[in-house]
């Protein structure tokens, strides 16, 4: 059963998200990732796949994004690290528990933001998130970008076969350039168990990124994908259920811990 749900942000902003109901008291908060949404064939495929395995499941869209309100914005990670927070409370006040986050390339860096910073989450997936958030800027902006954007303080995006035009700001690009993930990753609840998926022929995002996390991250299991690009187009089918596998292992300990 899919329910449709609405929620404020901490800035009066409605989050838009559907809820996967499986009966379990448990949650997994499913993220998406940059020019995205919480439909998007990758977020959806894995949502099915919780919601068949009896784990109730919830996919949003961040502000700006979707159908949630609010300016979409390059970069924007401390906020959507709130947009999260404010799902978790939503859920905890209708006494139920997210046990887990998972999210997509930019939203799996989302997740782990969230989790060094607020340690009330017993799991993250990290699937095809960035180490190294320095990169990936000027094969969008050019080699000139640092340039372009202290003389004019902003970097128009013109449409390159992604959604939709955008503006990023000198200070939305220096959000992300000033986040450094390996202080974030040294920052989780060594109690928190953190998976990261990674596509072995990822072109976006290189798999250096996924073997830096597996270094960096005190409870951390890598899980590489022979063979699947950032999208994992040809690997939906090992990408969940490799999801699926983990989230119940963590159920079971969870089980185990309360008994």
């Known amino acids: 059963m899919q329910q449709k749900i609405k929620m404020e942000n901490k800035h009066g902003e409605k989050l838009v998200g559907v809820l996967h109901e499986s009966g379990s008291n ?20 894995l949502a099915v796949a919780l919601e068949n395995a009896r784990i109730s499941v919830f996919r949003f869209d961040f502000t700006g994004n ?29 006494n139920r528990k997210v046990i887990a986050i998972l999210g997509h390339s930019k939203g799996g860096n989302i ?10 989450i017993d799991a993250v997936v990290n699937i095809s998130g960035r180490y190294y958030l320095h990169r ?50 040294l920052s989780i609840d060594k109690r928190c168990r ?18 830096e996390f597996d270094k960096v991250i005190p409870n951390h299991t890598l899980h590489i994908v022979k063979g699947a690009n950032h999208g994992y187009t ?21 089980k185990k811990v309360v008994v």
């Open 66 to 94: 979707g159908e949630s309100e609010g300016s979409f914005q390059f970069g924007n990670y401390c906020r959507e690290t709130e947009d999260i927070r404010a799902v978790t409370q939503y859920f905890s006040k209708h």
């Open 194 to 211: 953190v998976l990261t998926i990674h596509g072995a022929s990822d072109k976006v995002v290189k798999l250096e990124d996924a073997r």
């Open 26 to 45: 448990e949650i997994v908060i499913v993220c998406h990732g940059f020019l995205c949404s919480k439909d998007q064939p990758i977020i959806m495929n």
């Open 234 to 254: 040809k690997h939906q089918s090992e990408l969940a259920s490799t999801v699926v596998s983990y989230i119940n292992g963590c159920l079971q300990l969870r």
């Open 136 to 185: 990936g800027i000027e094969e969008r902006f050019g080699k000139n970008f640092m340039e372009r954007i202290n003389k004019d303080e902003f970097i128009d995006f013109t449409n390159k076969g992604e959604r939709e035009d955008y503006r990023a700001t000198k200070e939305s690009l220096m959000e992300r350039l000033n986040i450094n993930m390996h202080d974030t990753c």
């Open 111 to 120: 997740v782990l933001l969230y989790a060094s910073k607020y340690h009330d």
